[in-house]
């Protein structure tokens, strides 16, 4: 396999090497001894490099993985000038790889996770097969993230991956921690160890991790901070009097005194204190005398037992129990490993086998291991600390002690021993004492469990992957661990913290002390420092800041810190040489590497650790005796103070990341081919240089100055004010060029950088442009008040030694020293703009015009520079302003003085006057960036430019230079002395203007939005409009379009003007200072007043809705007053003359419960009128004054019927005839009230049986002869419409106006209906369009007018669809509620068939090809010679009828029925008792009963019935089976609602009935009255339909003329003469 492996690569590389992601590889040691980094060719670019303690991973270009070193896990050694493939991960695309101590990940593009090499630990997970007694896995596996906690089980998507040597860590794409492996460093509430399966860090749970970086026994996350509303529920917990813990897994809460645990977070009890104590000494009893081999001790740290002592395997404990806790130095615990507690299950029956395993990882056997020698300076401790948190490998107790003694040293040079709990409570009292106290540390389960895992917090996601930007368009995210760290706008944050844990002997977890962390804490130092990357080493940890800071802490044996600060346990910042700034670091086993700016763009490298002392070439044996690893060697004799500059590093070309792992180091540079990556280093470096600045201003200038709250008054309130704002806007940009800086640190990772158009510059140019913009405005508004001047006071005051260092920072003119110029120091970042510019023009020339990147960075380079010539002028405006300020101080000039407000040019030397000035007078003109101010002695008048309309006036003979200014309310004319005056005036007056309206006016042509504009302005000149402000469209100077006016009194008024005037659709709310109220209208206006159509909510609770003119109610309306409660609570609907009721209405009288339908003269009754009450009295006649007077009819609800003379309201006066409900009557003179009693003088009339009928007497009491007549109601709904369509008489005006007013009411409808839903916007957009209406209407357009028509009536925003809407409420008003009264009956068929009639004129008005009212159509029109021969033709022809109930009847009576229908019932409402009896006593007799019993033949009789395909005979006894077609379709009929389908109901249900008879009969079959009445008589019982006399009545009252005479009409005959036929059939 090694041969065919080295033979591909051989094949590779004889391929042109790449000229990106080139990769060098080093030993560490510092410049000492001259270094030849080895280059590692290979056919594709590196992506990444991942360094192990004696191996390493290469990501190559494509997903494919590359490995070199010792691979002891497959027994070979793998130059690293020759890595080999691994093979079983093609077809996987990786992008990212880690490597541990002695294992390797990988991470494939989905997210999934491989690992491979030792696995003694867990620290690969469960191998194949779910098996967890591989100690060492030679070929990547996929390892399963799985989430448990939801259901069900997730896969989780990783998206991070970190080794360590005995633990791995991944994080997840919902920035979740997961891990496994042995040891305290897991950070998992457990006490299991190994943790074979990746388990999540619940103390990080709804936390957003960043960025994960594993040490050797060690663990170092970014984290996002949290918000401070939040910070409370993670805070790390503090050491208290009794700590609730839930620990087991039934989530059983119960107190722990702090009694019980020792310092390190460990449980204690007498008998674990006993235990312990004793295996102690039995540790220094079987502690070996030189330093034991790494994979001995690791693999299998029984091994001295076992070679010596083989009798004692198994004997300490007994069979089946685990080990307790051994703890020396925090948290190690020993575990028995499966097959080695139970002989029976031994994983190696005999020692020989395990003897020759381990020869084959350790090269050499066990006896030839107590040799010394100088290991790997992997830990290189303290003389009195021991990192004793030991491996936590599975061991028996006993044979565990080989290794539970970490601290084996050197001959000659230390010993160490174990530090057991004794020496814990000294290291408790040592802790007292130092100068940084440790925080509470972990959560232990009791008895060996588990603890309860803690849940995410409320919001955080579980299983949900995100999507992730790709730097540059790339896929990979191989070299950007911390590409998740991004706001909202795409950009990384950087606040951030850092939390540890682990081991702590060395001061690694940077917490002030040695201790371990069984859970992750946070590093207090570093919050508020912006880190944004972490690297952990072996024993040390290194954390890099926005500000290119770097901090370390922890081992410092080898000077690997780059300083020599005490102490070494806290965070301490790496001195680098002066103007070097950090971009990278990584850290190796005992160094680090810094990858910084220097003077120049090609980054440097710096170099922290041992250096490298001159050896000679050792032999392969002696490498590999020196191989094992010895875990406290002494102090390095030779190693650097501070970073040094590795000299090679400047032949590297652009070096884009560096990588540490063992005693190895490795870069990846990048050659500058197409210019692109200088650029992009070039932007990167400026930007980190730039933030650099920004920071040390802000923390040598503005954030004492800010803190100083007590000195911020001498400033005034408004410089205190602005200099709020200006700190406030510095910060922004500081924080936007903080996150910028860092994602361009971390795109330079990514060496297939090809999509430059991914670029934060390119992808938020408007972001930055808003913030620089934001931020110059700041600095101006600042200067403009003089806030410089008294800011140099205050920092000479408070800031006192620091002014030497601002004055380094001013870099405006280098070569002026002295006093700090404030003003040009904070206008230096303007300069940063251009050097956009320049970067992107560079770009710019690496691509072809024609490109897409080419037009993107063009695109954004002219925007840069295009703001950067404007933010200058605004700079010089602002010191312009200042200067002018300072020279015309004054009380004429002191109240306009503002922050915001710039000079452009002013007129105190009389150059520009108004024209027609006195000689004598003084004018002074100032124009500023927001207005003209005009100033006349101590008067000003100040007009803003945003209502400002400017127009030349053509030079005269008179040499008069003109200009024309007019405004809202006044117009002037401004006179300049000279042509270049003029011009001057002109040209400031239309940029600040268009500058106003189009956005700062960068590239807007001059005055081409004057004319038409949106501009807010309050009025201050008498009229109606006086203290209104407008918010709103306008128009030379006017109110036109749509706005907004508010005026002082609370009314408001929003919709369109026009001509400065309420014109159109608008919406007013106007306050009633009587009430306290306001009242509301929503509808047309018209010149400033209310105009059409409209709905008027009044304060007092009445509600109008309804026509207006000239602001009074005027036409058809109707009027709701009052409400319930109140004594006048009733509603109107009828005509308005004036704001007065005349003309005929309907008033529904709540509170008296009475309806009166008739005519109105100025708001009272008077005339002809119909009134209904509640207790079924029903009256009509005439009224005067609104009193009922003169001749009427009352008619009561038992029958009881008088005709006379009215005086009063129910009040009879005169003569009459009262007619009683037996027929007597009574004639004579009558007086008194109706319901008190009434006195009669005359004569009593008593009805003989054989007296013929008084045909005078019924004429007096016939129902209608005193009502408005039909044709006379409701005429001005019929007014309103044929007004909106244009016409101002009735049927005259002109037609293409009519339908133009359609089109623009349905056009103005949409716009002020948003909510339609997209069907209804589908209808109106078809009603737009005018249909053919010129041309004869025939039988093919016919169809096509009644589904226009079918349309137009569904909406209520045309004419015709307004008027069917107000039909249908007129006739719901007039006839539902008190109006159901069954003597209103024929009034109401008569009223809807004058609707018919006034309606199908305005249909024939818009369509004037219809016929009239019962015409015919044509079919097609007929030529001359077709005339001639049409009467010989003997075909059948059918003709088609119009009429207004058939086109218009289907459009209105379906809203129309049920009141219509109420009445029907209510009039036949006795005959449907009689009716309804017989049905119900006829039905109970079997089918051939009641067939027999109505007289029907036999040979009608069915026989049979087919039931699901099936023949049953129909027996005597059988009911409801016979003619079952027939009686279902009949049923039907209570369904529908015109005649017309009704009458089709009938038709079926006579076809229904000749379809079942046919088969019976013999030869044609024809139907007799005589057979067919009977028959179908059975089916009108047999179908049982509720109020058939009301439908039967309804069909007879509606019913088309035209069909009545024929085989429909006959059929309906049929039905009525049935429907009668069942009244009279005997009850007995």
């Known amino acids: 396999m090694e041969n065919k492996e080295h033979s591909g690569l051989a094949e590779e590389q004889d391929t042109v090497p790449p000229q990106r992601g080139l990769l060098h590889i080093w030993q560490s040691g510092g410049p000492s001894e001259p270094l030849c980094p080895e280059r590692v060719c290979l056919p594709q670019c590196v992506l990444q490099v991942a360094l192990g303690e004696h191996h390493g991973l290469l990501l190559a270009q494509g997903g494919q993985v590359y490995s070199f070193g010792e691979l002891l896990w497959r027994g070979l050694s793998v130059p690293v000038s020759t890595p080999v493939l691994e093979v079983s991960l093609q077809g996987t695309t990786v992008v990212r790889v880690a490597s541990g101590g002695f294992h390797c990940g990988a991470l494939s593009e989905q997210g999934s996770v491989y690992m491979w090499g030792e696995n003694t630990a867990g620290q690969c997970g469960p191998t194949e097969g779910g098996t967890d007694s591989n100690l060492t896995v030679a070929e990547p596996y996929p390892l399963a993230v799985v989430d448990n906690e939801v259901v069900p089980p997730a896969v989780v998507r990783v998206v991070d991956l970190a080794c360590g040597r005995e633990h791995s860590l991944a994080l997840s794409a919902q920035n979740e921690l997961w891990a496994w492996g042995s040891g305290c460093q897991l950070g998992l509430v457990t006490s299991n160890f190994p943790v074979w399966k990746p388990q999540k860090v619940e103390h990080l749970a709804g936390r957003h991790v960043i960025q994960v970086a594993c040490g050797a026994y060690h663990s170092l996350a970014l984290v996002r901070s949290l918000h401070p509303q939040n910070s409370n529920a993670h805070k790390p917990r503090e050491k208290r009097s009794a700590s609730h813990l839930s620990l087991t897994k039934k989530d059983e809460s119960f107190s722990v005194d702090d009694a019980h645990y020792c310092p390190l977070g460990v449980e204690l009890t007498e008998s674990m204190s006993a235990e312990t104590s004793a295996r102690r000494r039995s540790k220094q009893r079987f502690q070996p005398a030189g330093g034991s081999h790494r994979y001995q001790t690791v693999l299998f740290p029984y091994t001295y037992s076992i070679s010596n002592n083989k009798e004692n395997v198994g004997k300490s404990e007994p069979d089946g129990q685990d080990d307790p806790i051994t703890q020396t130095d925090s948290c190690t615990t020993s575990y028995p490993l499966p097959g080695l507690t139970d002989k029976k299950k031994r994983a190696f ?130 070299s950007s661990p911390i590409l998740n760290s991004a706001t909202e706008e795409g950009f990384p944050t950087l606040e951030t913290e850092v939390w540890s844990w682990g081991r702590g002997s060395e001061g690694q977890l940077g917490h002030g002390d040695q201790l371990a962390r069984l859970q992750p804490l946070c590093i207090k130092c570093l919050t508020g420092e912006e880190v944004i990357k972490v690297a952990a080493g072996s024993h ?56 910084a700016d220097g003077d120049l763009v090609e980054p440097v490298l710096l170099y922290c650790g041992q250096q490298q002392e001159p050896r000679r070439e050792p032999s392969e044996a002696s490498c590999q005796s020196k191989r094992p690893c010895q875990r406290s060697p002494s102090r390095a004799e030779n190693y650097t103070v501070r970073p040094t500059l590795l000299p090679f590093c400047v032949e590297m070309g652009y070096i884009s990341n560096v990588s540490s792992g063992g005693q190895r180091c490795a870069l990846l540079a990048n050659r500058n081919v197409t210019c692109v990556i200088s650029a992009v280093h070039e932007l990167a470096f400026v930007e980190r240089k730039f933030y650099c600045w920004l920071s040390s201003v802000k923390k040598l200038l503005l954030t004492p100055l800010y803190n100083k709250e007590s000195a911020r008054p001498s400033l005034g309130e408004t ?529 003989a049986a054989d007296e013929p009928e008084d045909k005078d007497r019924d004429h007096f009491f016939r129902l209608g002869q005193h009502v408005v007549a039909a044709g006379e109601r409701w005429v001005c709904v019929f007014d309103e419409c044929w007004r909106r369509l244009g016409c101002d008489v009735a049927a005259r005006g002109d037609r293409t106006t009519a339908w133009e007013n359609i089109a623009v009411s349905i056009a103005s409808g949409r716009q002020h209906s948003p909510h339609l839903s997209r069907s209804q916007s589908k209808v109106l957009e078809g009603l737009e369009c005018i249909p053919q209406h010129g041309e004869a209407v025939t039988v093919k357009n016919y169809n096509n007018i009644q589904r226009y028509l079918t349309k137009a009536c569904e909406t209520p925003i045309h004419p015709l669809g307004w008027l069917v809407e107000t039909l249908v409420t007129v006739y719901r008003m007039t006839y539902v509620g008190v109006g159901s009264n069954r003597r209103l009956l024929r009034e109401a068929v008569k009223e809807l068939q004058a609707y018919l009639q006034h309606f199908y004129c305005i249909v024939r008005f818009l369509f004037p090809g219809l016929p009239e009212d019962g015409g015919i159509l044509p079919e097609t029109p007929i030529s001359p010679c077709k005339i001639r021969y049409s009467s010989s033709s003997m075909e059948e022809s059918f003709v088609t009828v119009v009429s207004s109930s058939s086109l218009l009847l289907p459009r209105l009576l379906p809203q129309l029925y049920p009141p219509l229908f109420m009445l029907y019932c209510l009039h036949d409402e006795q005959q449907e008792v009689q009716y309804w009896e017989r049905i119900l006593r006829l039905n109970k007799q079997p089918d051939h009963s009641l067939l027999r019993f109505l007289g029907v033949q036999e040979k009608f009789w069915p026989k049979f019935i087919t039931v699901l395909g099936e023949t049953i005979k129909i027996g005597p006894s059988s009911k409801d089976v016979c003619f079952v077609c027939a009686v279902e379709t009949l049923q039907q009929i209570s369904t529908t609602f015109t005649p017309s389908d009704k009458l089709l109901v009938i038709q079926r249900t006579f076809e229904e009935l000749t379809q079942e008879i046919k088969p019976m009969q013999d030869g044609d079959f024809l139907w007799c009255m005589d057979d067919l009445l009977p028959l179908f008589l059975y089916i009108v019982l047999r179908a049982s339909i509720r109020n058939l006399g009301a439908e039967v009545s309804l069909i007879e009252d509606m019913m088309d003329p035209n069909v009545q005479h024929g085989e429909l009409g006959l059929m309906f005959t049929t039905l009525k003469a049935c429907y009668i036929q069942i009244q009279l059939e005997s009850t007995t």
């Open 719 to 1247: 410089c205190s004010r602005l200099f709020l704002s200006l700190c406030g806007t510095f910060n922004h940009l500081s924080v936007l060029i903080g996150q910028h800086s860092t994602w361009l640190s971390r795109s330079v990772h990514e060496v297939q950088c090809h999509d430059v158009t991914s670029l934060h510059l390119l992808v938020h140019t408007q972001h930055f442009l808003d913030i620089y913009t934001a931020y110059c405005t700041a600095v101006g508004d600042f200067q403009v008040m003089g806030g410089f001047q008294s800011l140099h006071k205050l920092s000479l005051e408070f800031l006192g030694s620091q002014q030497t260092k601002l004055a380094e920072l001013d870099e405006s003119d280098p070569s002026v020293r002295g006093a700090v110029d404030l003003g040009s120091l904070l206008y230096w970042p303007l300069q940063h703009l251009h050097q956009y510019s320049q970067v992107l023009l560079k770009l710019e020339a690496c691509y072809d015009v024609l490109t897409t990147e080419y037009q993107s960075l063009h695109h954004s380079c002219m925007q840069f520079e295009s703001l950067s010539r404007f933010l200058l002028r605004r700079k010089k405006e602002a010191e312009v302003t200042f200067l002018f300020w300072k020279t015309h101080s004054g009380k004429n000039t002191e109240g306009l003085r503002l922050p915001q407000r710039r000079v452009l040019c002013e007129s105190s030397n009389r150059t520009l006057t108004l024209q027609g000035a006195g000689r004598f007078s003084n004018h002074w003109f100032i124009l500023f960036n927001d207005a003209l101010v005009h100033i006349q002695f101590s008067t000003h008048h100040v007009y803003p430019l945003n209502c400002l309309w400017v127009k030349p006036l053509p030079e005269n003979d008179s040499g008069c230079y003109a200009i024309k200014i007019t405004c809202p309310e006044e117009t002037f004319t401004l006179v300049a002395s000279t042509p270049e005056e003029k011009n001057k005036w002109l040209h400031f007056l239309h940029q600040e203007v268009d500058g106003l309206l189009a956005g700062g006016g960068r590239g807007s042509p001059p005055g081409i939005t004057a004319v038409s504009r949106t501009a807010s302005y309050t009025f201050t000149g008498e009229g109606r409009l006086k203290d209104g402000q407008y918010t709103g469209s306008w128009h030379a100077g006017r109110i036109h379009g749509r706005g907004t006016m508010r005026w002082p009194s609370g009314q408001t008024y929003t919709g369109n003007f026009k001509n400065g005037l309420e014109d159109g659709y608008g919406e007013c709310i106007i306050p009633d200072k009587l009430l306290n109220k306001a009242g509301c209208y929503q509808g047309h206006w018209r010149d400033g007043k209310i105009h059409g159509f409209g709905i008027y909510r009044y304060a007092s609770g009445d509600v109008y809705e309804g026509c207006f003119s000239d602001g009074q109610r005027h036409g058809y309306g109707m009027l709701s007053s009052g409400k319930m409660d109140k004594t006048s609570s009733g509603v109107f609907i009828g005509q308005w003359v004036y704001d007065k009721k005349t003309g005929y209405g309907v008033y529904d009288d709540i509170t008296r419960g009475e309806k009166y339908m008739g005519m109105w003269l100025d708001d009272e009754r008077h005339g002809r009128a119909l009134v209904v009450t509640q207790y079924g009295v029903y009256y009509e006649g005439h009224f005067r004054e609104n009193k009922m007077s003169g001749l009427g009819l009352l008619v009561s609800d038992d029958d009881t019927a008088f005709h006379g003379e009215f005086s009063e309201d129910w009040t009879v006066n005169g003569k009459g005839v009262l007619s009683l409900a037996n027929g007597d009557s009574i004639e004579g003179h009558f007086s008194g009230e109706w319901n008190a009693g009434l006195k009669v003088t005359g004569t009593y009339t008593k009805l």
């Open 540 to 595: 040390h940890s290194l954390a890099l800041t926005a500000q290119c800071q770097v901090y370390s802490w922890g081992s410092n044996m080898c000077g690997q810190l780059g300083h020599v600060n005490s102490p070494v346990t806290v965070p301490q910042q790496t001195k680098l040489w002066d103007d070097l700034r950090a971009w990278d670091v990584s850290a190796g086993q005992s160094h680090s590497l810094v990858l």
């Open 349 to 478: 029956p005999n020692e020989l086998e395990l003897q020759n395993l381990l020869q084959k990882l350790s090269g050499h056997s066990l006896e030839m291991q107590n040799s010394s020698g100088l290991g790997d300076s992997d830990s290189l401790s303290s003389q009195t600390s021991d990192d004793s948190c030991v491996s936590s490998t599975p061991f028996n107790d006993q044979l565990s002690a080989a290794y539970t003694n970490e601290a084996t040293v050197c001959e000659g040079v230390r010993s160490s021993t174990p530090m057991g709990l004794e020496e814990l409570s000294l290291q408790k009292k040592k802790k007292s004492l130092q100068g940084y106290k440790s925080s509470s540390l972990t959560d232990l389960s009791r008895d060996g469990k588990t603890g309860t895992r803690r849940s995410s917090l409320p919001g955080t996601a579980t299983h949900k992957t995100p999507s992730r930007p790709h730097l540059y368009g790339c896929k990979s995210s191989s």
